[in-house]
């Protein structure tokens, strides 16, 4: 089955580009409300389901031994900027554990925006692992070893406790095995289990209502998703997606990228979940995708819709600040979607 | 017409994201040679038609009085990292001109390395329009002007003389008018004329062997070939594709990149001319597609097997420095190529 075009990219009028994707907006109960394109195809999620691998950080009762914050509990939800505050954050969750840095298993990489490249520079310093994106889902890692009585050396390998905990929230949420499917290594190292599409989108309708889950399960994904939608700039930074789309709309939607074009979401006042990937692995085209899921899905109030706008159809400005193009959603591939939701 | 997935992500061995593209090999008579997906669809070819826009600088004696050396030729044609010698070189073009960097009109960006981004923030230096990757085009360009007796300002205009000229040349090239074709605005603030592949092969197939062309132009092509071909690192720097596999081929071919994944090559010894996009713009594909395109037209020795193999499957570490996964093109795809090409 071939993928649509979902997403176009513009120069003047002219389309320049073409992304397609598939998308999978389901209920909780598993009910397929919309399916674009070839939904039961296994994807790796990456990123996407750090909410559901944070969920033995709080059903083992590790949270609250460590006394992790909201903003602590998004944070190892998050792939963050590694801005100052990400940064600091992650660090004071590891001492939380009785550790630092040097526990960190997820490698190295400088932060997203330049000013923080700079000032890393003028001070002649190399960033550590506290930078990297993924530091605070990793300290959250280390916090549940420390309470399990692990090891914490290797917390990053599959067979590892933590991930063997983390493997099995996500096979709980999603309604299936991973036995059987395709395992690869994430970017910061810890391994990644490709699932069809409309399984992770059913996942997060539960995620966001709570409904199939066991008292625990169901408090423990509340808490997360209050601990992310109210601390939307520690689950990814300034000027991104995630955290600009939860900021605005207050709690209404929970929203998380992954690396190679993946998304999903949460819509509890709909009962769904959503989850969805670029077919060529382009961020430009998942949020834009996301985008026009969202306002396909939910009536959106005139400050919601003005701060959707800017991602429901990104300008592409040149190196004068001239406008050159735009990202637009293909407008028919969604139409159908505000329909099926209801 | 569905343009086919020409190269694939592999996460372990398995299949996470996938690019389509176009493929289009013309000899210098006009003849598709090969032709994969939709070769008459118009596609702006953003930068990698610099070669073509440079015709002028040469035709109309603007090299020969500003006394413009091969390696500045080069850069004329290029889209180069901003590393010092770049940056230098793009400088010294605009003194022979009786210019400086005021009269760019590029924009500004930072530099593609690290470390040379790092040079400028621990100086506490803001980059320059030098650093932009088309600054030495741009000096082509004002060098134009100068020697043309015309205004500097403006020069990225498409009415003036010299983008008419650089339009003119492309048109000539190609062997079609512009007039009817999309026209946008480039990164750097030149127009970009939507041109189809399969003529875009065709006047890059005369660009390397001078077929077809009048003496002057054939001149001037041989003169922009043996400039970019004996300065690959002018033409790009270091770690790209273009430098790394023209250094590497020694004069057996001249290829380009463009924005959005586009990709030409010129193959003399076969009186080919290749041009390539890849759907979705992705670069990290239309540099795969490109090598593989490569590989199947021409016969390389032991060396130039070994230079271009990188290329040809590129490895995905991540942060650890683990190999997590390969770019690979699809074999099946480009087997026709050879058999086709003789």
């Known amino acids: 089955m071939e993928n649509p075009v979902l997403v176009e990219v513009l120069r003047g009028t002219a389309v320049e580009s073409r992304h397609r994707g598939t998308v999978a907006v389901v209920d909780a109960a598993g009910k397929t409300i919309t399916a674009i394109g070839d939904v039961s195809r296994p994807v790796f999620p990456r990123s996407a389901v750090k909410a559901l691998q944070a969920l033995p950080l709080v059903e083992s009762?590790?949270?609250d031994a460590l006394d992790l914050s909201p903003?602590?509990?998004?944070?190892?939800?998050?792939?963050?900027?590694?801005?100052?505050?990400?940064?600091?954050?992650?660090?004071?969750?590891?001492?939380?554990?009785?550790?630092?840095?040097?526990?960190?298993?997820?490698?190295?990489?400088?932060?997203?925006?330049?000013?923080?490249?700079a000032q890393l520079h003028r001070a002649d310093v190399c960033p550590c692992a506290l930078h990297n994106n993924c530091s605070g889902k990793h300290a959250g890692f280390l916090g549940l070893a420390r309470t399990l009585g692990v090891a914490t050396r290797g917390y990053i390998e599959p067979?590892?406790?933590?991930?063997?905990?983390?493997?099995?929230?996500?096979?709980?949420?999603?309604?299936?095995?991973?036995?059987?499917?395709?395992?690869?290594?994430?970017?910061?190292?810890?391994?990644?289990?490709?699932?069809?599409?409309?399984?992770l989108a059913q996942g997060f309708a539960c995620?966001?209502?709570?409904?199939?889950?066991?008292?625990?399960?169901?408090?423990?994904?509340?808490?997360?998703?209050?601990?992310?939608v109210e601390n939307p700039f520690m689950v990814a930074g300034t000027g991104r997606f995630c955290s600009q789309v939860m900021g605005a709309l207050a709690g209404r939607v929970f929203v998380k990228t992954g690396a190679e074009g993946v998304f999903i979401a949460s819509i509890p006042?709909?009962?769904?979940?959503?989850?969805?990937?670029?077919?060529?692995?382009?961020?430009?085209?998942?949020?834009?995708?996301?985008?026009?899921?969202?306002?396909?899905?939910i009536e959106l109030d005139e400050d919601e819709s003005k701060a959707l706008a800017p991602w429901l159809k990104p300008r592409l400005e040149n190196w004068n600040g001239i406008h050159?193009?735009?990202?637009?959603?293909?407008?028919?591939?969604?139409?159908?979607?505000?329909?099926a939701a209801g």
Chains 1, 2 share one sequence.
């Open 61 to 63: 009762g590790a949270a």
């Open 71 to 117: 903003a602590e509990l998004a944070l190892a939800c998050s792939s963050h900027n590694g801005e100052e505050v990400h940064v600091n954050s992650a660090r004071v969750m590891l001492v939380k554990a009785g550790l630092d840095e040097e526990a960190l298993e997820c490698g190295t990489h400088w932060p997203k925006r330049m000013q923080d490249v």
């Open 159 to 199: 067979d590892h406790p933590v991930q063997m905990e983390a493997r099995a929230a996500m096979e709980g949420m999603i309604g299936m095995s991973l036995s059987d499917m395709a395992r690869g290594t994430d970017g910061c190292s810890i391994p990644t289990y490709a699932m069809p599409l409309d399984r």
């Open 207 to 228: 995620f966001g209502t709570g409904e199939g889950l066991d008292p625990i399960r169901a408090d423990a994904t509340a808490r997360l998703y209050d601990a992310c």
């Open 269 to 297: 006042e709909k009962g769904l979940g959503v989850a969805l990937k670029c077919e060529d692995g382009a961020t430009r085209a998942s949020e834009t995708m996301m985008a026009a899921v969202i306002e396909a899905l």
């Open 324 to 339: 050159v193009g735009d990202v637009r959603p293909v407008r028919e591939a969604f139409q159908g979607m505000r329909r």
